[in-house]
Every structure is written in structure tokens, then in C-alpha cells.
């Protein structure tokens, strides 16, 4: 009988995708078969990009990344999950204040579906300060995110925040 392939989810809001989600996914790939980097469409939030906005991030940023597929789902993920054959979930640990809630969904995901498993994946140091909202803040402020994004998602950041002509000053 031929092996199983060994697929995971990555799910995430991804607003925008940062170095450290790529961080994560460049460690999860070498783990499994195929990892479905997947935005999770969460009616709770209400994202700065459109979900096409950050699925075209999500694309550019993981392109030259061998098996990975970038796709998009509403739901319960463990319904994903079973859908396209994955049984482990990646999630990224930044830090302690990461553990509770992720530690909490984890045990969910696997009350609703025992076949399911959460791998967490630590970030290298330089990126467990960095989240999405916090680029959002320097960039909406007019900072440098370039170290903290991929180069296409940095400019798509300075057009959100660019104020319109004319009132420059
Ligand atoms: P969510 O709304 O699901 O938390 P995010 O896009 O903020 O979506 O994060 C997706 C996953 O990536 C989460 O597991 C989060 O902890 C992880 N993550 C976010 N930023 C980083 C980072 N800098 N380093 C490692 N993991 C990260």
C-alpha cells in the first residue's frame, strides 16, 4: 500500500501576511506532503484587505516555496481539514501570551474531530515580536515595514495608508 500523504493547514487572518507567518510555513513545509496556507474568513474581524487583497499577498509572498497551496475557507476548520485530507493544523507560538488561546482551539479542534492534531512552530527570535497588527499600526503611521514584510506587500501597505493627492500639505 502505497505511503499517505501527509497534508497540513495553516489558517490565518493573514492581514497582511508577515515575515513571521513566512517563517512559520517555510518550517512546515519540509514536514509534510503539502501545507494549504489558508485564509480564514472570520466574520468576528474586519480586515484592512479584502479577502482578494490577501490572498494575491499570500501568493506573491510564498511563490519559490515548494508544496504549498493557497486557498481560502468560512467554516469550521476541522470540516476544511477533512474536505481537502489534512489532519494537522499548524499554528505559529511567538510567545507564552500565544499558548492559552492557542492551546484552548487546539483542544477544540480535536473534541470536534479526533482525527485532527495542532503542530506549533516556533518563529526564529527576530520575528516573535512581530504580528500583523502591529505592522498595520507603524505602516498606518507612516513607518518602514520593509523589514517586516515581503517587498510587494510593504507597497500595497504604503497605498492603503497614502493620503489622497491634494492634502499632503
Ligand atoms: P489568526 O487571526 O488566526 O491569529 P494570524 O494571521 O494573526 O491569524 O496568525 C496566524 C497564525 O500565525 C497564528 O498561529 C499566529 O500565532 C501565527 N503568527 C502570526 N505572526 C507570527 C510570527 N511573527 N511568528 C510566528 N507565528 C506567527
Redo the contacts with the bound molecule.
Sequence with gaps: MPDEQRFAIY?????PI?L??L??IQRATPLFDKVFVTL?L?SDKSPLFSTDERLQMIRESVKGIDCVEVTHFDGLIVQYAQDVGAKAIV????AVS?FEY?FQIALMNRKLWQGIDTVFLM?DVK??Y???SIVREIARHGGNVDCFVAPDVAAKLKEKFQLPKGIEG
Aim: proline letters at 8%; zero cysteines; charged letters at 25%.
Design positions: 489558517p490565518g487572518t493573514f492581514d508577515t513571521g507567518h517563517d512559520i480564514a472570520n499554528r505559529g507560538l511567538r500565544d492557542e518563529p520575528y516573535t512581530l504580528s500583523s
